[in-house]
């Protein structure tokens, strides 16, 4: 987790593109209010972009939401964000900015319907075991109770993951004392197969901590791949019975190329960074990820929710702000790509907001590549 190195990309034609919405900001379309600001002394933002180059529109402006993970629950789509704030810590290389101390559960009856905010579902204080950055989240549901799971450093500043449960699919949740035993770094993503085994996804590079874990107990050195070497892995575990454990060792997922060959942890452009999701279309198991410093939302395709998964392309290219992160869901009959920008902050890389669009996969099964301005 990053640096905000830029607020602006320096990709040809999408920095043109952003250029162009810096440009024309002082004579054109105002930019929505951003959330916060006032109230926490925080400078309004440096630049205003044009929103019409967008699109799409935030899905709330009244808080910053990021990493959106969602789900249909009894017929209802629910987003499960992280809700960024603003904060007095420097940015840097371990995303100390990233200083969450709360979620929140949106929910919303179909994309272009008023979003509901069902307010805090969980806060940082209700976490016995943890002390900062809740980070990225996901839920699911099973016999009627969910399952928050949630990133957050421990008190000597290991990110593990824990999990709270709840009634309902908007909480209140009530987080577990410990964190899940095993895990580490960031990102959980939950998926359930159509045999109703659950398995947690989880990990990310830099500020995510993966590359303090390869020896399998946590180093305080990093450790990235020499150049001829196969990229960090994500992991996955399936989840025991009672949701609250891992029931086995996590287990490496592999991203490769067609002729089978890890990616290699230079090939910046396709190897994984962060931001794991799976979604499963005509059989298939699609893992989806961010690749981090070149801010792509990418993906490959497996038969087996282990992987090995084969890279296919780009679901997303590079948005407003450094990260990208993202869900994919099915929603009465049509697919939806749910991601965030920085559109609201004027590009503050902490300070995002969500979005959604509709996701289209070809009859060979590749999804179309979603280009997030208009031009
Ligand atoms: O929101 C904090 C971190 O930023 C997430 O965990 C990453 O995926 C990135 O979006």
Not at 180 to 195: E, L, T
Not at 231 to 245: G, H
Request: net charge negative.
């Amino acid at each position: 987790m990053p640096l905000p190195l830029r607020h602006c990309f320096s990709f040809t034609l999408l920095g043109l593109l952003l250029l162009g919405c810096q440009d024309k900001s002082a004579e054109s379309t105002p930019a929505t209010a951003a959330p916060d600001a006032t109230s926490a002394g925080v400078a309004p933002p440096k630049v205003i972009y044009d929103r019409n180059k967008f699109i799409n529109q935030p899905l709330v402006s009244h808080i910053y939401t990021a990493d959106p993970s969602a789900h249909v629950f009894n017929g209802r789509l629910y987003i499960y964000p992280s809700r960024d704030i603003p904060t007095d810590k420097t940015p840097n290389e371990t995303g100390d900015h990233f200083d969450m101390r709360d979620y929140h559960v949106l929910s919303l009856e179909k994309p272009g319907d008023p979003v509901v905010d069902h307010g805090v579902a969980l806060t940082l204080e209700d976490v016995p075991w943890a002390s900062r950055q809740l980070w990225a989240p996901d839920a699911t549901e099973k016999d009627g109770k969910y399952y928050l799971y949630f990133p957050a450093k421990n008190k000597e500043g290991i990110f593990q993951i824990g999990v709270a449960l709840s009634d309902s699919p908007t909480g209140p949740f009530n987080a577990e004392p410990e964190p899940i035993k095993g895990s580490f770094s960031i990102d959980p993503a939950v998926f359930k197969d159509d045999d109703g085994s659950y398995y947690l996804y989880f990990g990310g590079i830099r500020g995510g901590q993966l590359q303090r874990w390869t020896t399998g107990t946590y180093s305080d050195t990093d450790a990235y791949p020499a150049s001829n070497q196969p990229a960090l892995s994500p992991k996955i575990a399936r989840l025991s019975d009672d949701m609250l454990q891992f029931a086995e060792v996590p287990r490496d997922v592999l991203l490769q190329d067609e002729g089978g060959t890890p990616l290699l942890g230079t090939d910046n452009n396709r190897r994984f960074f962060e931001a794991a999701w799976v979604h499963k279309y005509n059989g298939k198991y699609y893992f989806s990820y961010s690749t981090g410093d070149t801010h792509y939302i990418a993906y490959g395709v497996g038969d087996s929710p282990y992987g090995p998964f084969t890279y296919k392309g780009i679901v997303l290219t590079p948005v407003l702000g450094w990260t990208t992160h993202h869900s994919i869901v099915e929603y009465q009959g049509k697919w939806y790509l749910f991601y965030h920008d920085a559109q609201l902050s004027g590009g503050e890389t902490h300070l995002r907001n969500i979005k959604v669009t509709e996701l289209v996969h070809h009859d060979d099964g590749s999804i179309q590549p979603i280009v997030p301005y208009s031009n």
